[in-house]
Structures are given as C-alpha cells and as structure tokens.
C-alpha cells in the first residue's frame, strides 16, 4: 500500500503563494501521482497530474498558468511539489495528492487514483 502525506497547506492574501509537497511511501508500482482539490459542498476536482516516469504535467483549465506541478529532481525523494501562484479566494479548499498504478488513466476521474492523501487545507483571503 503507498501511503502519502501531503504538506505546506495554510492561509494566505489572494495575489500570493503557497507550495504543497505529497511525500510517497514508494513509487514503484505508480504511473502518475495527482492534484485534487474539494471546497466545502462541492465535488472533488481535478487540478493537475505529473507522469511519474517522464515529468509530462497536465492541468486543470481553473489553475493552468497559476500551479505548476513538479517531482524531486535528485530522483531519490518520491516527492510531487505544488506550486500555487496568483492564488484565488475560489482556490479556498482542501487539497489531496493521489498516485495512480494505471497507464491508461483518465486523469482527472477520482477512481482511477488508488491511493490518496489526507488532505492540506489552503485558504486565500480576499
């Protein structure tokens, strides 16, 4: 079982930054770890997804050209970095990391990510 721990969630004024760090246990069996985010009474939404073995990012049309998504670059830390820029009170939510052991992956379908994080909150004021 990969177990994962996101940190660096916290409060911050719209205009800023923040950057979420998801340590996995191990990637060996992973194709594709993923941003998620879930604010209150909505439903969980994509944000982003790196190919694990070769870096391609993908985004979600609310962050592209605000977050970035990036792995370790030692290559010896299973670590994916979110980096929030121009942050939004919309950006207000709880944030998941997930990985993925599946190739053939719609990215941004909740069930095709096995594993999941426990969540950093983010909250942009306005």
């Known amino acids: 079982q990969v177990q994962l721990v996101e940190s660096g969630g916290g409060s911050v004024q719209a205009g800023g930054s923040l950057r979420l760090s998801c340590a996995a246990s191990d990637t060996f069996s992973i194709y594709y770890m993923g941003w998620f985010r879930q604010a209150p009474g909505k439903e969980r939404e994509f944000v982003g997804a790196i190919r694990w073995s070769n870096r391609i990012t993908y985004y979600g049309d609310s962050v592209k050209g605000r977050f970035i998504i990036s792995k370790d670059t030692t290559e010896i830390l299973n670590t994916m970095y979110l980096q929030m820029n121009s942050l939004k009170p919309e950006d207000t939510a709880v944030y998941y990391c997930?990985?993925?052991?599946?190739?053939?992956?719609?990215?941004?379908?909740?069930?095709?990510?096995?594993?999941w994080g426990q969540g950093t909150q983010v909250t942009v004021s306005s």
């Open positions: 997930a990985a993925s052991p599946i190739w053939a992956i719609s990215l941004n379908s909740t069930t095709d990510y096995h594993h």
